[in-house]
């Protein structure tokens, strides 16, 4: 029996690149806000805890997580 972790079996919910909607639920450690698409934590730079509908482009992905910046939020349309 074989206890390698398959890191590849979990196929992430957001892609480096792409642009999503979110809602900022928390603040994370370093200030960051936080949002989850899929169960995945992102880490949005400058985001605030109960900003909603604020457009982000991922940065990264990594294993446990993925980290973005604000493209546009709600208050950004005229």
Do not use: H, W
């Amino acid at each position: 029996m074989s206890y390698e972790q398959n890191t590849n079996s979990f196929s992430k919910p957001v892609e480096t690149g792409k642009e999503y909607t979110v809602d900022i639920t928390d603040t994370g450690r370093d200030g960051d806000g936080v949002a989850r698409i899929g169960g995945l934590i992102i880490f949005v730079k400058n985001g605030k805890a109960g900003d909603k509908n604020i457009k982000i482009k991922i940065n990264s992905v990594k294993d446990n997580f993925a980290t973005a910046e604000i493209v546009a939020s709600s208050t950004d349309t005229p």
